[in-house]
């Protein structure tokens, strides 16, 4: 079937869809004659068991890790009933803090923040957490994009100084200039395209896991 079959059936959109397939959560077939992904029966069960888990606010890692067989669903429920719990708590230090500053009918012109930034330190201190907890999944493939750009780039700008090394080494014995330019400028095309790649990796991931957070 096709994705806008697949988009009505599972209630989820397409731009989502494909976020999960490029994350390798789902792997639709291809038709061979003209390449278009053709969406299966599985593949649909795959994307309701995927908007469930989302929906209870079960991080793409885990789900990733459910399906490795890492461990199975009861096990992963578990862990993240544990965090769930963290979360509740933490929620409830913000509605203490909320509360405090309305019976204290402060207004936001002449709110005093730091008192209260160092009230929400002592309240860490002791294990409360004022984080954006929807948002761990995006940060961490921030990360992972960012790490993996600056590797491969600093690989080709390590293959571009041994390049020009060995040309102002011994200009005697130095290759024609033409070949030294285009050995030099494959690496500049690939760093290039890897910063392009990079840029478009940060969009999707903003704009994927965004909307997958924000709906599920």
């Known amino acids: 079937m096709k994705i806008n079959q697949v988009e009505e059936l599972v209630g989820i959109t397409k731009r989502n869809i494909r976020f999960y397939e490029k994350e390798g ?18 593949d649909v069960e795959t994307l309701r068991r ?42 409830a230090a913000m509605q203490e803090v909320c509360r405090t500053l309305v019976d204290a009918g402060e207004q936001l012109s002449g709110l005093d923040a730091g008192r209260y930034l160092d009230q929400l330190e002592q309240m860490e201190q002791k294990g409360a957490k004022f984080v954006n907890v929807e948002r761990r999944d995006i940060r ?25 090394w060995a040309f102002l080494s011994d200009p005697e014995v130095h290759p024609p200039i033409p070949l030294v330019v285009l ?7 690939l760093i290039v395209g890897t910063l392009l790649a990079l840029f478009q990796r940060l969009r999707e991931i903003k704009g994927g896991e965004e909307d997958a957070a924000a709906k599920y």
Not at 50 to 74: A, H, S, T, Y
Not at 183 to 189: F, R
């Open 25 to 42: 959560l789902i792997t639709p077939g291809r038709n061979s004659e003209n390449g278009y992904r053709e969406y299966g029966d599985p």
């Open 50 to 91: 995927i908007k469930l888990l989302r929906r209870l606010d079960v991080p793409l890692e885990e789900i990733r890790r459910m399906q490795r067989g890492d461990f199975n669903l009861g096990d992963g429920l578990r862990r993240h009933i544990i965090q769930l719990e963290r979360d509740q708590k933490n929620l």
């Open 183 to 189: 050995v030099t400028a494959i690496p500049v095309v």
């Open 140 to 164: 961490q493939r921030y990360t992972a994009a960012l790490v993996s750009a600056a590797v491969f780039i600093g690989l080709m700008a390590a293959g571009m100084a041994v390049i020009l």
